[in-house]
Every structure is written in C-alpha cells, then in structure tokens.
C-alpha cells in the first residue's frame, strides 16, 4: 500500500505570472456538471457525497475493487469534485497573485490525500477518474511554473495515481473509448513529469505513448469521427490529445507520428464543423454525461470554442474564432495558432454517420447509423437544427446513467426521427448495450451548391420496418421528407422543439418567424402540441415543447420548418 502523500503539493508564488485571465468560476462556489452550484465552504467539502442521490454513499472504509458497480445512485456525482477542477482553476489565480487560492488549493488537496488513502474507497474504483486527476495536477503545476521542480508531496501524489492508473488498463482499452485515451494520455504526462523521481517513470511515459498512438489509430476515424458517436465524449478526447500534445511540445520530447497528427487535425475538424460559432453551442447528440476535462477558462461548460481553439492552433496550426475568453488555455499553455480557419461549409462525415448542412445563418445534422462502435442511443436519422444559435430541432441528451426513467434520454422517441410500432429502433440487451445494430442504405452524401444543401439516408430495422429520410437546408427554411415503408403498424414523427411559445394556427405550429407544417401523402395534417423532457447539463432536465403525429400505413411525410 502506498503512503499518503504530505502537503505542500505547491509552494508559494515567488513572481506574479499572469500569461491569460485567470478562471474565477470557482472563486465563491461549487460545481457539478456545469449547471449545479453551491456556496463555496469555509472547509473543504465531503468528498463522498452525492447531491443527486439519496441511497448511502460508499466511504474509504474498503478496498475500491470491493465497491459495487451500482446500488448507490449515479456514482458521478459522488466522483464530480475529485476530478480537482477547482486545482485548475485555482491555480490560474493564484498565479495571478491570489495567495489565498493557493493556501486553499493546499488544504483542500491535503484534505483529499487524508480522506482518500491510496486504493480505498469510491474516489480510487475508476482508474479514468485517476487519470483526469494526473492531467489536472500536471496542468496546475505547469501553470504555476512547479512542474520541473515540484513539491515532494505532489511528486507522492502523482505516483500513487499512476500505480493505479498502470495496474488496469488492459480494461480501459478494451472499453474502446475514451477511458483508454485518458489513461494513456495520464501516464504519458504524469510518467514524463516523474522523471528523475521514480524508476518507473520512462516505462509509464513510453507506455503512455504507445496506447495514445493506438487509441488514436483505431478510435478516431480518418475524417475525425469518435468511436463514441457523441459531441461531448469528443471534445473530451480532444482535450485529452491537446493536453498530450502542448505538454510534449512544452518539455520538447519527440513527436508523435504523422498518423495521430492527422486523425486528430480531423477530430479537430469534426468538433468545429458541428459548433456553433456565435454561441460555441453544439447539438447534444449522443452520450452527454457532463465531463469536461482542462477547465482553464470560466466560460460555459456547453461552449466548445475553448477546446476547438487549443486543438486547432496544435493540430492545424491556425486560430479559429479570433479573440476571446477561449483563448485562456492557449495562454496558460504556451500555445499560438498562426492562421486563421477556413469557414465553416457543408460536409459529410461518413465514417460515423453525419451528415452536417449549413449556410452563413444555419446548421442542420442529419445523424444516420454507421456503427464499427457499440451505439450508446437509439438516434437513427435524428435531425438537429440550429438557425442564428438557437436550437430550434433538438435531442433530448442523457440526463444520467443511473437514475430513475434515464433509460427513456437514450431512446428513438427522445429524438426527431421515426419512432414504429412504439418501440426503440434496437433492442436493449442492458444498460448501455443495443443489439441488432442498423445499418445505413442509400446514404447520399451532403449536396451544396450554394443556394441549398441536401443529403439523405435511410435503414431497415430487425423487424423489417424501414426509414429514408432526406433534408434540404435553404436560407429560409428546412424540409424533411421520410419515406417510412415495410413491416410495422404504427409510425409515429416527432419534432423536439426550442422553449418558446409555441401555439398551433390552423395545422401550422407557429413560435415568433419560426413555422413548422406537415403533410402526409400530400396532405396536410394537424400535429398534437404537448411537452417532452431535454437534458443539456448531466442530472439536469427541463420541460420542452414537442410535436407529435402518427399514422398507421406507409407513406410520405414532408416537414417544412421555414425562419
């Protein structure tokens, strides 16, 4: 058993090294999942509590492998403040010249290593929640200027993280997700930054690197597509890789290969092609469970223009939104992108099913199955419509894996697709598993000739009911036309819609400029208005408007949503 570490894990400031503004976002509260916050206390907090839980929570009582899987709730928010956000945060301000934020970053942490001895209790079960630990240290060291001299206590602290993290990787690589690009990317940098520390240092570094060349060869598609089919799993990736690649540069080690360096200029890509760039917003396709990793900045949790910008100056060379508080972490890290990034176009990313459509004022995503990947989301041909930031077509995100009616975020009638016979597009086999995974047919790929874009898709579920749809994007409106033919006896077609309000004219659904109409078979028909559920943050759920009809043969329904 390791020992614990002893404070101080960062010593005093010597000179004020302000290199961008300072993340004052958890000056005078906490946060969970970047919607939830409290006061911040006078004394550090319970590291074992769970505000959205109320079943008892494990302690540092037992060995971490002893600790059930589940039983106690969603355990994330049990683990949310051990990924030592607020270190990150904190030292930006204390290198600023805050003395207090860093005689509160000591106590806390000391707190932490007293309350969480090595490999007891929940903090310690997950070796993915170690590792963003490793890359948050490292990154508060680097921007307090303590990474080549740090204190012994910090030097204890990152090695027992590292034992951990070394011990079970083989697990993480076999998730085929980002648990092994977090794990790679934590002992590729704790093991560098342990060198001349401990033996084991090299080896933890060259292990590292080996698994971040692997997991970007076989998770990352060759147009940027994330094994994961999600926006935010991606910019976690991406955050991962950027971290790796600054700190490489930073400590001038040798490069990564040319094959990682262009998988993840197109993970780049992907991430700023389905960004909205006047609000840094993005659609909440796919598994959203509220990570967001290297929180150098103070902005928004669901804006995206901090991690497209790092990626983008590491990974293309360029800027990609010009001034801005998303340029913090290019400060903090010693980063500059030179050129400026070319404008966002209509593309196709096929290798994971997206078709994305824009023009100067809107995007629309057309999500369709291409899975060499498990499908965490019954979501085929759900369309996302974003037109002057506002999202006006919307998915309804994950709101948690471990709660009461949480199974429903994941399904087919929590998107804007065709829902048959009342039933998910694939059958669940468990909680995060899918079986008799569609397939894509007659995908068309993205048509712009600069008036309008189009692309299509469609798929056969087990059950012989099948969808095609396809979208054409205009200055001034989206139309959706669904061929539904095949073997079911219902098909219902919803529409998520932006909060607004929304009130039915005749068979028109009205919000403002916005108008929505639908026909079946070249007839129109009177949609039902009601209310459905969205998560946008992790463990948070709001009410929304929906539109709803149904019909019960094959056909043709058009939707045209003008603005």
């Known amino acids: 058993m390791a020992p614990v570490a002893q404070p101080p894990f960062f010593r005093d400031i010597e000179a004020r090294s302000q290199k961008a503004e300072p993340n004052h976002s958890w000056d005078d509260s906490l946060c969970w999942f970047g919607c939830r916050r409290v006061p911040l206390p006078d004394t550090p907090p319970d590291w074992f509590a769970n505000p959205f839980s109320k079943t008892t929570q494990p302690d540092a009582s037992r060995d971490w492998w002893h600790i059930p899987d589940f039983g106690t709730g969603d355990i994330k928010g049990l683990w949310e403040l051990s990924r030592l956000d607020w270190a990150i945060a904190w030292a930006t301000t204390s290198a600023c010249g ?15 290593t007293y309350r969480n001895p090595p490999y007891k209790g929940p903090n310690w079960k997950c070796g993915q929640e170690a590792s963003i630990r490793v890359m948050h240290l490292a990154a508060a060291a680097w921007v307090l200027g303590q990474d080549r001299t740090p204190e012994k206590g910090l030097v204890d602290l990152l090695r027992t993280h590292l034992q951990r993290i070394a011990a079970t990787t083989s697990y993480a690589i076999g998730q085929q997700n980002n648990h092994g690009t977090s794990e790679a990317a934590a002992l590729f940098i704790g093991g560098s930054f342990l060198a001349g520390h401990d033996c084991r240092a090299d080896a933890w570094s060259s292990r590292g690197r080996r698994l971040l060349e692997d997991r970007a060869a076989r998770l990352i598609e060759t147009d940027g597509c994330f094994s994961q089919y999600s926006v935010t799993y991606h910019r976690v ?40 760039a006047e609000t840094g917003d993005a659609p909440n396709i796919g598994a959203n469970d509220g990570a967001r990793l290297l929180q150098l900045t103070g902005t928004d949790y669901r804006d995206f223009r901090p991690s497209i910008q790092l990626a983008a100056a590491l990974f293309r060379d360029s800027d990609a939104f010009g001034p801005g508080p998303w340029n913090s972490p290019l400060g903090w890290l010693g980063v500059k992108g030179r050129k400026t990034y070319r404008a966002a176009s209509s593309q196709s990313f096929d290798r994971g099913g997206y078709h994305f459509l824009r023009n100067k004022s809107s995007l629309a995503v057309l999500r369709y199955p291409r899975f060499r990947f498990r499908p965490s989301q019954a979501d085929a041909l759900h369309v996302d419509l974003w037109h002057k930031g506002v999202n006006l077509l919307r998915d309804a995100g994950t709101y948690s894996y471990n709660a009461e009616g949480a199974e429903w975020f994941s399904s087919t009638a929590a998107h ?19 079986g008799d995974w569609l397939e894509a047919e007659t995908v068309e790929p993205v048509l712009d000739d600069g008036v309008k874009a189009s692309a299509e898709a469609a798929y056969t579920d087990a059950r012989g009911a099948r969808h095609h749809r396809a979208v054409t994007l205009s200055a001034v409106s989206l139309i959706c036309r669904d061929t539904i033919s095949g073997k079911f006896e219902a098909a219902c077609l919803r529409w998520r819609l932006a909060p607004g309000e929304w009130h039915i004219e005749g068979d028109i659904v009205r919000n403002g400029n916005c108008s929505i109409a639908i026909e079946f078979d070249g007839m129109s028909i009177f949609p039902t208005l009601g209310t459905t559920e969205e998560s946008r943050y992790y463990q948070q759920r709001i ?16 939707t045209k949503v003008t603005f």
């Open 237 to 276: 990736m991406l955050d991962t890789y950027s971290l790796a690649e600054a700190w490489r540069r930073y400590r001038d080690m040798p490069m990564f290969s040319a094959q990682l360096r262009e998988r993840l200029a197109a993970a780049t890509d992907w991430l700023w092609s389905i960004t909205e």
């Open 98 to 112: 805050d003395a207090q934020a860093l005689e509160r970053l000591n106590f806390w942490l000391a707190d932490w």
């Open 543 to 558: 009410a929304i408007p929906e539109i709803w009809v149904e019909v019960r043969r094959p056909g043709i329904f058009v």
């Open 416 to 434: 804007n697709t065709i829902e048959f016979d009342g039933r998910d597009q694939m059958p669940r086999l468990g909680r995060f598993l899918f």
